[in-house]
C-alpha cells in the first residue's frame, strides 16, 4: 500500500517542452525530497523541503524547480527539458521528527526520456 | 564534501551470509542507513546506526564503526527476493541523507 505517489510513472517528451512530477503524500509528513538516479548509480539529492513555502536545493545541481503550496503536495518542474534530463526521479518523505533515524519513505519514481 | 565506498556486485548461493561494507569520509555524521532497492522499486528503510554496534532485525544487522569511518550490513539465510540493490548512506545535518553507489546482490538457487 503506497503512501507516497508518483505520476506519471513513465513519461517519454520532447526536447524543449515543460513538464511537472507530482507528488503527493497521505501521512502527513513536513519534510519532502525529490532525488534523482541514473541507472545502477546512487541517489543524488536535488531538492527538499521542511514545510509550506520552505524549499532548498540539493547537493547536485539542478535546473528543475520545486513549490511546497501544501504539506501533502511537492510537485517538480522542468521549464525546458533537454535528453541530459533523462533519469529517474523519486519522491519522498520524512516526519518532522526529533529523531534522527526517522526513515525515507520513497514513492515508486517517475522515469523520464527526453528525445 | 562526502563519499561513500561500497562493493559495487556481491554474488551468494540462498542459504548463505553475505556481508556489504560501507566506509565513508563525511562532515557533519549523524549515523548510517541501508536502504533497498528491487530493480524498478522504490528504495525501502532497512535499518539506522546512530552509535556504535550492532543492530539487529530479523535476518538483517548492521553495524558501525564511527572511529573507524565503517559499517555493514549483515544478510543471513539469503533467500531468493533478496537479490536487490543495497544502498549506504550518511545521515548529514537537518536529516539529509547521502547515499553511496549501491550494491547489487544476487542470490542463486
Known amino acids: 500500500e503506497a503512501d507516497i505517489y508518483q505520476t506519471p510513472r513513465y513519461l517519454v517528451i520532447g526536447t524543449g517542452k515543460k513538464i511537472t512530477l507530482e507528488c503527493s503524500q497521505t501521512?502527513?509528513?513536513?519534510?519532502m525530497y525529490w532525488y534523482q538516479q541514473d541507472p545502477g548509480m546512487e541517489l543524488h539529492l536535488i531538492h527538499y523541503s521542511y514545510g509550506v513555502n520552505s524549499t532548498e536545493k540539493g547537493d547536485l545541481s539542478s535546473e528543475s524547480t520545486v513549490s511546497r503550496i501544501r504539506t501533502e503536495h511537492f510537485p517538480l518542474t522542468l521549464e525546458s527539458a533537454r535528453p541530459s534530463h533523462t533519469s529517474q526521479y523519486l519522491c519522498?518523505?520524512?516526519?518532522?521528527?526529533?529523531?534522527?533515524?526517522?526513515?525515507?519513505?520513497f514513492g515508486n519514481g517517475t522515469r523520464l526520456t527526453v528525445t | 564534501g562526502q563519499s561513500l565506498e561500497q562493493p559495487s556486485e556481491v554474488t551468494a548461493v540462498e542459504g548463505a551470509i553475505v556481508q556489504i561494507n560501507c566506509t565513508y569520509q563525511t562532515s557533519g555524521f549523524y549515523g548510517l542507513s541501508w536502504y533497498q532497492q528491487h530493480d524498478g522499486g522504490a528504495p525501502t528503510f532497512l535499518s539506522y546506526n546512530a552509535l556504535d554496534g550492532l543492530e539487529e532485525t530479523g535476518r538483517f544487522s548492521s553495524f558501525l564503526s564511527r572511529s573507524d569511518s565503517y559499517g555493514y550490513l549483515l544478510l543471513q539465510e539469503l533467500q531468493m527476493k533478496d537479490s536487490a540493490s543495497y544502498f549506504c548512506?550518511?545521515?548529514?545535518?537537518?536529516?539529509?541523507?547521502?547515499f553511496g553507489r549501491g550494491t547489487q546482490l544476487t542470490v542463486w538457487p
Open positions: 519522498a518523505s520524512s516526519p518532522k521528527s526529533q529523531a534522527f533515524n526517522s526513515p525515507l519513505h
Open positions: 548512506a550518511v545521515r548529514l545535518t537537518l536529516g539529509r541523507l547521502y
Open positions: 501521512m502527513g509528513h513536513d519534510k
